[in-house]
Each structure stands twice: as C-alpha cells, then as structure tokens.
C-alpha cells in the first residue's frame, strides 16, 4: 500500500512540476507577443538619477524656473549616465531637449521616443544658475523579484 501510495505521489509531483514548466513558459511568449503588439510597456533608457517635484520654497529660489515644472535629483547613480555629465544631487532639472519637464509619466514618455546611447541635452539649475548637461542615455532599470538589476 506504501508502494502504491508512494508512486502515486510521485506521478502527482511529476504532473505538477510538468503542468508548473508549461504555464512557466507560456507567460513569457504572451509576455513576448505583448510587446510586439504594443500592449506591455518597456522601460524607458536610464538617466541614472532619482528626482522628485521641488517644493514652493525652492522653487521661490529659482524665478526662472517655469512655475510647476523641473524635477529635484535626489540621487545620482555612480558611473550613470547623469553622474557622467555632470548632474549633482540637489541639481533641478526642468528641461530634456526642448520639451519641458511636467511630470514623471511625461518625462518617460520623453525618454521612451529615445533609444539606450542616444544623446539628449537637459537643462537644469545648480546653486540658482542655469546649467546645461549632455547626457547619454543608458540601458533601461529592470525590477526582477523586487530586485533592480541592469538590463
């Protein structure tokens, strides 16, 4: 009867991890086919940079900063695409290319019409002056299991 009952569990845990594999798999084409027809969104390319709105208080400090528009960069990646042209924290960014920066769904919006290694310029404020910043695009943040890793 052990006999017995032993095979069946393991015809059972076969079955499963077997039936697992298959639906394991067949995400991932769907995944696939999602985006071929547009309906899964890819990450935008990498600025390498943290940012979220300005304040009232600093956004006072900057008259030249259209009202409601920039972004404060909060963190800087090491070695990222913004750390190498030159963006500092506490930077305020307000401006990729000629469009200016409303939001954080715009902004990828923005970078989505780009490409990893494409060149935009963004023009921000350091210490309330005017500054410029060529930053090449890097390759799109994956989070996989609640892990960033570079894709």
């Known amino acids: 009867m052990r006999l017995v009952l032993s095979f069946l569990l393991l015809g059972l845990s076969v079955t499963t991890h077997a039936d697992t ?3 394991a798999v067949k995400p991932a084409g769907e995944k696939a086919e999602q985006v071929v027809q547009g309906r ?5 390319p990498s600025l390498g940079i943290s940012a979220q709105k300005p304040d009232q208080m600093l956004a006072a400090q900057l008259p030249n900063l259209p009202a409601g528009m920039g972004f404060l960069v909060t963190e800087v990646e090491e070695g990222g695409p913004a750390a190498r042209a030159g963006i500092q924290v506490h ?3 307000w401006k990729l290319g000629d469009q200016l920066l409303v939001n954080q769904a715009q902004m990828a919006a923005l970078l989505r019409l780009r490409q990893p290694g494409d060149k935009v310029e963004i023009s921000g404020f350091r210490s309330g002056k005017s500054q410029r910043f060529m930053v090449q695009l890097g390759m799109p943040k994956l989070r996989l299991s609640g892990v960033l890793a570079q894709g």
Do not use: F, K, T
């Open 21 to 23: 594999a298959q639906d």
């Open 40 to 44: 899964l969104r890819i990450p935008p």
């Open 91 to 93: 930077d305020v960014i």
